[in-house]
């Protein structure tokens, strides 16, 4: 066993086994840890993959991109044939029937493999749909929750009891993670990455967060209640947060500006803090 270090460069033929303990979503890695085995005799290659988690996702992403690579290969290689001989005709070299039947066996299973990512990519489409269902629905369950957050364990739990499996929750808040969405407060806790950008600083002040309470929606706008004080006007190039929440007495907390436009009071969200209905 070793890490990446050990995949180029490396030439020791008697390597007939190479196993991949994760996939790798890297045509080029792919092929050059593969390359690893079969350097004198015939090798092969393993791939560990661990279902219903973003293994199958990246072990299809590299083997579409290999063979997108092959394609790409074998178009160059029938635009540079035929070239010019320089030099007497090679002698020729046929080749005897056992290499001729170990080349057909091989050939057999090389065509088997393409059928086989037919099912895999239906898995994987399927996969990371249920992953972004489940991000939208744990994302309004931090949003909720606010500052103050939410254990992961809870988070977790919640999202198994409406039918979310414990491995698209996990891939769902670790997606959540990546974007920006959510942060980690310590090792068992998240926030809303926007509640970080809520707290008071001395170059934004928490006193621009505004709680907004959706009346009424028209056509390219909507008029919303401002700390229960302000009626203003609120149109979607006003709006720099997540879609979904603008609807019928939805009620958020929001960083945003008050401005006016002729006679018309308006409000600019620039970022949504909290989801409170």
């Known amino acids: 066993m070793t890490t990446c270090i050990a995949e180029e460069g490396l030439d020791i033929p008697s390597v007939d086994l190479v196993v991949f303990y994760e996939p790798i979503p890297s045509e080029i890695r792919y092929i050059q840890r593969k390359g690893r085995t079969g350097r004198k005799t015939a090798g092969k290659a393993i791939i560990l993959a661990a279902n219903n988690t973003f293994d199958i ?3 299809y992403a590299s083997r579409r991109r290999v063979e997108r690579m092959r394609k790409i290969t074998s178009t160059l290689n029938c635009e540079l044939n035929p070239l010019m001989r320089v030099g007497p005709k090679p002698e020729t070299n046929p080749m005897t029937i056992e290499e001729l039947r170990d080349l057909e066996k091989r050939a057999r299973i090389v065509a088997v493999e393409p059928k086989l990512i037919k099912p895999e990519e239906e ?23 606010g500052s103050r957050g939410l254990l992961i364990e809870d988070l977790t739990e919640d999202a198994v009891e409406d039918g979310v499996t414990p491995a698209i929750a996990k891939a769902a808040i670790e997606r959540l993670e990546e974007t920006g969405q959510i942060s980690k407060v310590g090792w068992d806790r998240i926030v809303p990455a926007t509640s970080v950008l809520a707290k008071e600083t001395p170059t934004m002040p928490a006193r621009d967060v505004y709680e907004v309470y959706v009346e009424k929606i028209y056509p390219g706008s909507a008029v919303v209640l401002i700390n229960d ?3 203003a006007r609120m149109t979607p190039d006003d709006f720099e947060g997540p879609q979904g929440i603008i609807k019928k007495d939805a009620r958020f907390k929001a960083r945003g500006t008050l401005y006016r436009n002729g006679n018309t009071l308006c409000f600019r969200v620039r970022h949504v803090t909290q989801i409170l209905s």
């Open 57 to 59: 996702a990246y072990l």
């Open 123 to 145: 898995k994987v489409k399927e996969f990371l749909r249920e992953v972004d269902k489940a991000s939208r629905y744990l994302w309004t369950k931090a949003m909720k929750a």
């Open 229 to 231: 004080k302000w009626r």
